[in-house]
């Protein structure tokens, strides 16, 4: 809470709210600004009544921290943000719902080729895919790293799509930057705070997803390290959290939706297929995501799921893809949006 005093608030007018909060167990902070004097309240804030310390000498407002981060927070800025995305700087944020499909990881030319063009031709903006993948085993599939950033590049020439890619660790940074149009930040790296500095430190729009048992809060907490390192291009990428049902892979909560509305002027985009786990779940929570308010989707969509070597069961197929596209086309009309 912040107590704001008008301007030619005398030291005893001051002082006197300073043994008010005193008297509600707060401590002061008082800051000297040139017009007028402010006083920051610590110590819990729900003792306080803020009506009636307003109601002092000479304070001008009372005013509530609601939220602990602040540059990702409506308070500090009013207006959407919208983010361009790729060479053709689609803005992520603003009327258009953006789509980003391709295969949980790069496994071959062909797949990602292929995957690339049918997702082009659906109208997507972008193209998704690990070179660098964040296993659970250490015996599983690890990514073609160099060679998959390679082959994503070939795909961004040959259909224009944006890249979207996952950076898993520190040292990958500055190559992965060489390749992808969007960094993402993946669920189990939500609270890696050197590598949200490190992605802060670049000039690349960051694709975030909300760890798997992370809070509200805690997500926006993090997208507040990359916004303070100096990069204001996040987009919150919700990808469902642990629950104790077992019918899905997580549970997704789309209430985030409106929830991150309320409070931040970042673009939100949902991730259905990790959200599920499962391929026939996928395109129902497309259309309630869109009609929710999502500003962009990032689904797993493989050319042969059946065989796919991570994600195979969550991963649409790219015929799947483009009716979907139409039926999202029409709820985003709905909602005064479009694809
Ligand atoms: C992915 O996008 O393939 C991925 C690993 O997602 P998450 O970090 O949300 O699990
Ligand atoms: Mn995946």
């Known amino acids: 809470m912040i107590v704001v005093m008008k301007p030619g608030a005398s030291k005893s007018q001051i002082q006197h709210v300073v043994h008010l909060i005193r008297e509600y167990g707060l401590k002061e902070h008082i800051i000297h600004g040139t017009d007028r004097t402010v006083v920051a309240c610590l110590g819990d804030k729900r003792a306080a009544d803020k009506g009636a310390i307003e109601n002092a000498p000479m304070v001008e407002k009372v005013v509530p921290i609601l939220a602990p981060y602040k540059m990702a927070s409506l308070e500090v800025k009013k207006d959407k943000t919208q983010i361009p995305i790729g060479a053709d700087k689609f803005l992520l944020g603003g009327t258009k719902i ?44 690890q990514g073609l790293g160099t060679e998959g950033l390679k082959l994503l590049a070939e795909a961004r020439r040959q259909t224009g799509l944006a890249v979207v890619t996952e950076v898993v660790g520190l040292e990958q940074i500055e190559q992965v930057c060489e390749y992808a149009d969007v960094l993402q930040i993946g669920a189990r790296n939500m609270q890696h705070y ?110 042969d799921p059946q065989r796919a070597v991570s994600d195979g069961a969550q991963s649409i197929t790219p015929d799947i893809l483009k009716g979907l596209m139409e039926k999202i086309r029409k709820v985003a009309q709905a909602v005064d949006r479009d694809v």
């Open 98 to 141: 953006g789509v980003i499909a391709g295969p949980c990881a790069v496994e071959s030319r062909d797949q990602i080729l292929q995957t690339a063009r049918q997702a082009a031709e659906a109208g997507c903006i972008g193209l998704r895919g690990g070179a660098y993948k964040p296993r659970t085993s250490p015996y599983s599939y």
């Open 194 to 303: 050197p590598l949200l500095e490190a992605v802060g430190h670049t000039q690349k729009p960051v694709l975030l997803k909300r760890g798997m048992s992370a809070s509200l809060d805690e997500f926006l907490l993090a997208a507040e390290y990359i916004i303070n390192a100096g990069n204001p291009h996040v987009i919150l990428c919700e990808r469902g959290i642990r629950t104790f049902e077992a019918y899905v892979r997580n549970t997704l909560s789309l209430a985030i939706i409106p929830a991150l509305r309320e409070r931040t002027h970042l673009p939100i985009v949902i991730d259905p297929s990790h959200g599920t786990g499962y391929a026939y779940m996928v395109p129902s929570m497309c259309l309630a995501a869109v009609a929710a308010g999502a500003d962009g989707l990032i689904i797993e969509c493989h050319p």
